[in-house]
């Protein structure tokens, strides 16, 4: 559910008409409800009540400041996997006990950073980054919250490159090589090794690879228990799929009814890392028709968007509905709509049916509120796009358009060559 909608054939975000945003703000232009952020990490709340989880929101999913205030004002916890997404946790005022750090490359001065922050604890991802962090700790003379990252080798439905549970990805630790750990724990005096963590990818529709995971991870804690090993935290990650197309993913309800009963088993305290769920359809990309383009094959809409600003499509072949703002009875032709970006794979849809388009008509590309600007650059010197709030009949500037002066501002002529 979200609050893009058709009133009088013109697309609304909650009481404004996006089509006024367009010709006011520019494109190509975010724009995001605040409401359907709200609702969604609402739904997950009282979906999960029972058990009154710490749910931390994926920062790498939208990063926006006023995106993480929001969420974090609710009471929302951070998921953070770089020393920058730290600096932006600080900046939202997000209270160090609920802000959990993955990665499986964090640096010495990252783990440094977030050690001084006092954060809740790091997701570990290996042996010897286990011996950073116990390294570090014993410089700064800290004892630091540590969950071991568990690879639960589940094989997710969903794109190979966003699959992170199986043996053949790069996260986690295997079962055995964790055990092996956890037994020898004291051998890390500077760490309080204090919980396990899953994560088994992201934009997944079915709920039994997660109960394979989970069902796993509590036969794993059985386990420990008979060693004596005593945790505080289980976190079983994010990666909840969302409605792009025609997919049909478990509501929150739905999850949590189905995984609750394996969580309470645990008896541990459960933390949630979504990312997508909350955001994915709470944003749309707006973009404007520069030109019309027939050949003796293809139709192609060229549009001033492109894969900079939503790398979606050209990265994983991914669908995103593409709507036009304003509806008017017209005859339906397949097209292909495309950027301006010098690359074949700068593309939004292939072989799409659409209704007949003219130059400077606005489309929104739909289900653009997760890893669309987080994931924009400024490739082909393209300035990275404006992004807009939306509050009932309100709207914000929540990141100003950047301009060429921006593109260049960190760039350095040496001496020699002037």
Same mark, same amino acid.
């Given at each position: 559910m979200h609050e893009f909608r058709y009133k009088r054939n013109y697309l609304y975000c909650e009481d404004l008409k996006v089509i006024d945003l367009a010709r006011k703000f520019g494109t190509p232009l975010y724009v995001y409800s605040y409401k359907t952020i709200l609702d969604h990490f609402l739904k997950l709340k009282v979906a999960f009540r029972e058990i009154n989880p710490l749910i931390c929101y994926s920062v790498k999913a939208n990063s926006n400041l006023a995106i993480l205030r929001l969420l974090v004002k609710e009471g929302a916890g951070l998921d953070i996997v770089s020393g920058g997404e730290l600096y932006r946790a600080i900046k939202v005022s997000c209270p160090s006990e609920r802000i959990v750090y993955a990665s499986v490359g964090k640096t010495d001065k990252e783990i440094e950073d977030a050690i001084r922050r006092r954060i809740l604890f790091f997701n570990v991802e290996s042996l010897s980054e286990l011996e950073s962090v116990n390294r570090i700790s014993k410089k700064l003379n800290r004892i630091t919250n540590v969950a071991i990252r568990i690879n639960p080798a589940v094989e997710p439905k969903t794109h190979r490159f966003i699959t992170t549970g199986s043996l053949s990805n790069k996260f986690g630790i295997d079962f055995q090589s964790a055990f092996k750990i956890l037994k020898l724990r004291k051998r890390f005096k500077y760490l309080n090794l204090c919980g396990l963590h899953i994560h088994i990818g992201s934009q997944i529709t079915e709920i039994t690879p997660y109960i394979s995971a989970i069902a796993k991870i509590v036969n794993f804690i059985r386990k420990l228990k008979k060693e004596r090993v005593s945790l505080e935290y289980l976190n079983i990650g994010g990666g909840l799929g969302i409605v792009y197309d025609k997919e049909t993913p478990q509501t929150a309800q739905e999850f949590a009814e189905r995984v609750l009963p394996l969580l309470k088993k645990t008896e541990l305290k459960i933390i949630l890392e979504p990312g997508r769920f909350i955001v994915g359809n709470a944003g749309i990309l707006i973009t404007q028709v520069l030109y019309i383009k027939s050949t003796s094959k293809k139709k192609f809409i060229i549009v001033d968007s492109g894969m900079n600003d939503l790398i979606r499509p050209a990265l994983y072949g991914a669908y995103h509905k593409i709507l036009p703002?304003?509806?008017? %009875?017209?005859?339906? @032709?397949?097209?292909?709509?495309?950027? %301006?970006?010098?690359?074949?794979?700068?593309?939004?849809? /292939?072989?799409?049916?659409? %209704?007949?388009?003219? @130059?400077?008509?606005? *489309?929104?590309?739909?289900?653009?509120?997760? $890893?669309?600007?987080?994931?924009?650059?400024?490739?082909?010197?393209? %300035?990275?796009?404006? #992004? *807009?709030?939306?509050?009932?009949? /309100?709207? $914000?500037?929540?990141?100003?358009? #950047?301009? $060429?002066?921006?593109l260049i501002d960190r760039e350095v002529i040496p001496d020699f060559l002037k």
């Amino acid at each position: 559910m979200h609050e893009f909608r058709y009133k009088r054939n013109y697309l609304y975000c909650e009481d404004l008409k996006v089509i006024d945003l367009a010709r006011k703000f520019g494109t190509p232009l975010y724009v995001y409800s605040y409401k359907t952020i709200l609702d969604h990490f609402l739904k997950l709340k009282v979906a999960f009540r029972e058990i009154n989880p710490l749910i931390c929101y994926s920062v790498k999913a939208n990063s926006n400041l006023a995106i993480l205030r929001l969420l974090v004002k609710e009471g929302a916890g951070l998921d953070i996997v770089s020393g920058g997404e730290l600096y932006r946790a600080i900046k939202v005022s997000c209270p160090s006990e609920r802000i959990v750090y993955a990665s499986v490359g964090k640096t010495d001065k990252e783990i440094e950073d977030a050690i001084r922050r006092r954060i809740l604890f790091f997701n570990v991802e290996s042996l010897s980054e286990l011996e950073s962090v116990n390294r570090i700790s014993k410089k700064l003379n800290r004892i630091t919250n540590v969950a071991i990252r568990i690879n639960p080798a589940v094989e997710p439905k969903t794109h190979r490159f966003i699959t992170t549970g199986s043996l053949s990805n790069k996260f986690g630790i295997d079962f055995q090589s964790a055990f092996k750990i956890l037994k020898l724990r004291k051998r890390f005096k500077y760490l309080n090794l204090c919980g396990l963590h899953i994560h088994i990818g992201s934009q997944i529709t079915e709920i039994t690879p997660y109960i394979s995971a989970i069902a796993k991870i509590v036969n794993f804690i059985r386990k420990l228990k008979k060693e004596r090993v005593s945790l505080e935290y289980l976190n079983i990650g994010g990666g909840l799929g969302i409605v792009y197309d025609k997919e049909t993913p478990q509501t929150a309800q739905e999850f949590a009814e189905r995984v609750l009963p394996l969580l309470k088993k645990t008896e541990l305290k459960i933390i949630l890392e979504p990312g997508r769920f909350i955001v994915g359809n709470a944003g749309i990309l707006i973009t404007q028709v520069l030109y019309i383009k027939s050949t003796s094959k293809k139709k192609f809409i060229i549009v001033d968007s492109g894969m900079n600003d939503l790398i979606r499509p050209a990265l994983y072949g991914a669908y995103h509905k593409i709507l036009p703002l304003h509806i008017t %009875p017209t005859a339906v @032709q397949k097209v292909d709509v495309v950027g %301006p970006i010098c690359e074949s794979a700068d593309f939004f849809a /292939k072989d799409r049916s659409m %209704p007949k388009l003219k @130059q400077n008509d606005f *489309l929104a590309i739909m289900s653009a509120g997760a $890893y669309a600007f987080s994931m924009s650059s400024n490739y082909n010197s393209r %300035p990275r796009a404006l #992004e *807009l709030l939306v509050k009932g009949d /309100k709207v $914000y500037i929540i990141r100003e358009r #950047e301009n $060429y002066n921006d593109l260049i501002d960190r760039e350095v002529i040496p001496d020699f060559l002037k």
